[in-house]
Antibody
Framework: QVQLVESGGGVVQPGTSLRLSCAASGFTFRNYGMHWVRQAPGKGLEWVSIIWYDGSNKYYADSVKGRFTISRDNSKNTLFLQMDSLRAEDTAVYYC??????????WGQGTLVTVSS | QSALTQPPSVSGSPGQSVTISCTGTSSDVDSYNRVSWYQQPPGTAPKLMIYDVSNRPSGVPDRFSGSKSGNTASLTISGLQAEDEADYYCSSYTTGTLNVVFGGGTKLTVL
């Protein structure tokens, strides 16, 4: 059974950093691209970033470009999102999701990041 | 502002059919048959319901169907059930700055 478990969320002050992790199991992690998608409280889904199966390509939403870095460790079946220079508008539940060809077919339960002074 | 446009809400009675629209542009919906639909009941993670415009993953009831015409995709839920009450999001591959773009979401209420 495919499982994606996010961790690393919490309450942080503006301007600080946080690193999210997504532990994958139940499938061959190194064969799949992975995404981060976030959802601000009471709002819709916002795509954040994608990383190719081998880490060779990475893309970011304009809202996080230059501040967030996506990475992965295929030997540990883990996806990461390094978030720097956090802003209040980054407050959201962050989901990792598996990318299968043309869709996000499995999602984790999400981890809440709150940026507040 | 979301790149794909969905109605904020739709409603229907049990047994009825409802259709949710998703309007994009020539850079996304109109150019690719890579429209997906996700269901998100309150307090839960999104779940894939339709992919590549009209395909259903294993386990999704055939009451859920998808279609596309030009730059507008649609999700139809027939034989509405109480358990269908949720937020629904469309998404599409895009040639723009985003790899994936979502709609703003539609809240389905089962009366």
């Amino acid at each position: 059974q495919v499982q994606l478990v996010e961790s690393g969320g919490g309450v942080v002050q503006p301007g600080t950093s946080l690193r999210l992790s997504c532990a994958a199991s139940g499938f061959t992690f190194r064969n799949y691209g992975m995404h981060w998608v976030r959802q601000a409280p009471g709002k819709g889904l916002e795509w954040v970033s994608i990383i190719w199966y081998d880490g060779s390509n990475k893309y970011y939403a304009d809202s996080v470009k230059g501040r967030f870095t996506i990475s992965r460790d295929n030997s540990k079946n883990t996806l990461f999102l390094q978030m720097d220079s956090l802003r209040a508008e980054d407050t959201a539940v962050y989901y990792c999701a598996r990318w299968t060809s043309t869709r996000l077919d499995w999602w984790g339960q999400g981890t809440l990041v709150t940026v507040s002074s | 502002q979301s790149a794909l446009t969905q109605p904020p809400s739709v409603s229907g009675s049990p047994g009825q059919s409802v259709t949710i629209s998703c309007t994009g542009t020539s850079s996304d919906v109109d150019s690719y048959n890579r429209v997906s639909w996700y269901q998100q009941p309150p307090g839960t993670a999104p779940k894939l319901m339709i992919y590549d415009v009209s395909n259903r993953p294993s386990g999704v009831p055939d009451r859920f169907s998808g279609s596309k015409s030009g730059n507008t995709a649609s999700l139809t839920i027939s034989g509405l059930q109480a358990e269908d009450e949720a937020d629904y999001y469309c998404s599409s591959y895009t040639t723009g700055t985003l790899n994936v773009v979502f709609g703003g979401g539609t809240k389905l209420t089962v009366l």
